[in-house]
């Protein structure tokens, strides 16, 4: 495993805790250390699952507890996560330090201070050449190799990984410190705000420190004999609300540059070799989510390279499993920004805004999401549309009686079943002819016949908990929205 940032230690932890032998080189000062990040609370679930939970809510992070956003010249949108939710705003060195030592705790051999200098694979065999810090070397040999490494992408370059030439972008970022602290409307927050050509965000590190970032078009400037802090000051004050705020407070150490543009893999996977987190592709950084599909991704590939050691004959069947779903992540985020850059684009009419919007409403194919309809589904295949246009009929229904649909068929393709690709049992219609098995959590297979005996929705729920895990009544009625809106079920006319 190269890399140890959050989809690193993820499929490492899970690897090692279904007894492989794993070894995580992490480097001395990895690349991505200085930032900060957001995670949002929709994340607990899969800290959950890799174990990494508690842990994360014991190291002390700050809350994140919403968003207040100043776009494309609107009034302010204040965003509250529900129900007392918080999730966290997060110094990355400090989540990379927590999730090593639960890699550690899981049973990884954790090589920090080492970096991958150069990996060959020979009859299925990598060797691995690895520098310290310090100038001392090792050699590893391993049949499976998971690159980690971000942007960095020690074995993603060489791997046709795909820069978006659409557009660049060139993140400027610095902390400051204010020692009454920040607004307290805004506690937990994060800013965001666009203006003419970029847009400006802030993440709070503690209770007086925020970290400050303008994201500008990387072909439009040169950062030979620049002053990096001059450059993001200049940007900041053409924003009429997150700039005045920063203006209070004092410069926390030197301001840097990194780069921001988005990328993607070619391919995600081939035997032996696994491209997972920012080192497959990187997603737009205005969706805050990047932390999540690191752990999501290095989740998938942790079952991905499970599923092939533990029976060979599932090799290609799983990893054409684990690409489509990295290609499936990537296309989803580029949808979640074309509305937002449809609309500074329309207020601006500046080109850094009518190109991001060209590029992000051609990768969207017409439609766009919010960041949260793409997190919370686990399909692409049924728009969100006509998932609710069908949950609107059930509604009006007086009585239910539901039939399958006259074009479904069952065949079998890969899924998870636990912490394994296997083969299983999925349905399809001439509206998902590439098939589905589960929404929510909710098992079509066990669904379909269920809703058929049982029209009444709670009796159908009670029916489908006694014979499946059980599943919530909302993520019950999404799985039967998406049942019809699919076709495997239709309304019947008895």
């Not at 499976?144 to 972008?169: C, N, Q, Y």
Request: charged share 25%; aromatic share 8%.
């Amino acid at each position: 495993m190269l890399g140890g940032g959050p989809a690193g230690c993820a499929a490492a932890a899970l690897l090692a805790k279904r007894s492989h032998k794993v070894a995580l080189v992490r480097p001395h000062a990895p690349p991505a250390a200085a930032l900060v990040e957001s995670i949002p609370p929709s994340a607990k679930r899969i800290l959950d699952e890799l174990g990494f939970l508690d842990p994360v809510e014991q190291a002390g992070f700050q809350p994140n507890r919403g968003n207040s956003v100043w776009w494309a010249g609107e009034p302010v949108r204040r965003e509250q996560f529900g129900d007392g939710e918080t999730g966290w705003h997060i110094d990355r060195a400090g989540l990379e330090t927590v999730l090593a030592g639960c890699a550690a705790a899981a049973g990884v051999q954790v090589f920090d201070g080492y970096a991958a200098r150069s990996a060959i694979q020979s009859d299925s065999l990598w060797t691995i050449q690895c520098d310290t810090h310090a100038g001392g070397a090792m050699e590893l040999t391993t049949d499976w190799l998971i690159d980690a490494t971000g942007r960095k992408g020690v074995i993603a370059r060489s791997e046709e990984r795909i820069p978006d030439r659409s557009t660049t972008t060139l993140a400027l970022v610095r902390r400051f410190h204010r020692s009454e602290g920040w607004p307290e409307s805004d506690d937990g927050h994060t800013y965001v705000e666009s203006y003419d050509e970029g847009w400006a965000w802030s993440l709070p590190v503690s209770d007086t420190v925020r970290c400050f970032t303008a994201m500008i078009d990387q072909r439009e400037v040169s950062l030979e004999g620049r002053d990096v802090g001059e450059m993001l000051d200049a940007e900041l004050r053409k924003t009429q609300f997150v700039g005045p705020v920063r203006d209070s407070a004092e410069a926390v150490g030197d301001a840097w540059a990194c780069p921001a543009s988005l990328y993607s893999a070619t391919t995600f996977g081939r035997p032996g070799l696994l491209l997972t987190g920012d080192a497959g592709s990187f997603i737009d950084p205005l969706s805050s989510f990047g932390v999540k599909k690191a752990l999501s991704s290095g989740w998938l590939a942790g079952i991905t390279a499970h599923s092939a050691l533990v029976d060979p004959a599932i090799v290609d069947d799983a990893i054409d499993f684990f690409d489509r779903r990295e290609r499936t992540v990537y296309r989803s985020f580029r949808k979640v920004s074309a509305p937002f850059f449809s609309a500074a684009a329309a207020k601006y009419g500046t080109a850094y805004w009518e190109k991001r919007a060209q590029a992000a409403i051609e990768a969207a194919g017409g439609e766009t999401r919010s960041a949260a309809e793409v997190h919370d589904r686990l399909t692409e295949e049924v728009p969100e549309h006509e998932v609710r246009a069908a949950f609107e009929i059930l509604r009006a229904q007086d009585r239910l009686a539901p039939a399958e649909g006259p074009t479904v068929r069952y065949f079998e393709r890969a899924g998870i079943e636990g912490y394994r690709i296997v083969r299983l049992r999925h349905v399809g219609s001439d509206r998902i002819p590439e098939g589905l098995r589960f929404v929510r959590g909710v098992d079509f297979i066990t669904l379909i016949p269920i809703a058929q005996r049982h029209p009444d929705v709670p009796d159908g729920w009670a029916a489908y908990n006694s014979a499946a895990p059980p599943v919530t009544l909302p993520d019950y009625l999404t799985a039967l929205s998406t049942a019809f809106a699919a076709g495997f079920l239709v309304h019947s006319e008895d």
